[in-house]
Nanobody, 125 residues
Framework: QVQLVESGGGLVQTGGSLRLSCAGSGRTFDSDAMGWFRQAPGKEREFVAGINWSGRSTSYADSVKGRFTISRDKAKNTVYLQMSSLKPEDTAVYYC??????????????????WGQGTQVTVSS
């Protein structure tokens, strides 16, 4: 069974930091682009950050550029999202996803094949 499992979410104050992890199991994601998305109540799921198969290319939503960093550890089949200078508007459920066979960064939700169950991030003001 192929799974992506996120962890690391929680409650943090404005200006704080969190590191989200996304561990893959059931298959290797070495050749896949990976991404982080988020969905706030009443809003559509939106792209946050993406990384290509090698880890050498990344892309970020304008709203998180300079504050969030995506990385991957192929040996652990894991992707990370380091979040700093958090703001209340970053509050959402964060999802990781894998785009099978995509060697470039993918920013479109529909191109992702595997999704985690999500982890809640709440930033208090």
């Amino acid at each position: 069974q192929v799974q992506l499992v996120e962890s690391g979410g929680g409650l943090v104050q404005t200006g704080g930091s969190l590191r989200l992890s996304c561990a893959g199991s059931g298959r290797t994601f070495d050749s896949d682009a990976m991404g982080w998305f988020r969905q706030a109540p009443g809003k559509e799921r939106e792209f946050v950050a993406g990384i290509n198969w090698s880890g050498r290319s990344t892309s970020y939503a304008d709203s998180v550029k300079g504050r969030f960093t995506i990385s991957r550890d192929k040996a652990k089949n894991t992707v990370y999202l380091q979040m700093s200078s958090l703001k209340p508007e970053d509050t959402a459920v964060y999802y990781c996803a894998a785009s099978s066979g995509s060697i470039v960064v993918v920013t479109t939700t529909s191109r992702y094949d595997y999704w985690g169950q999500g982890t809640q991030v709440t930033v208090s003001s």
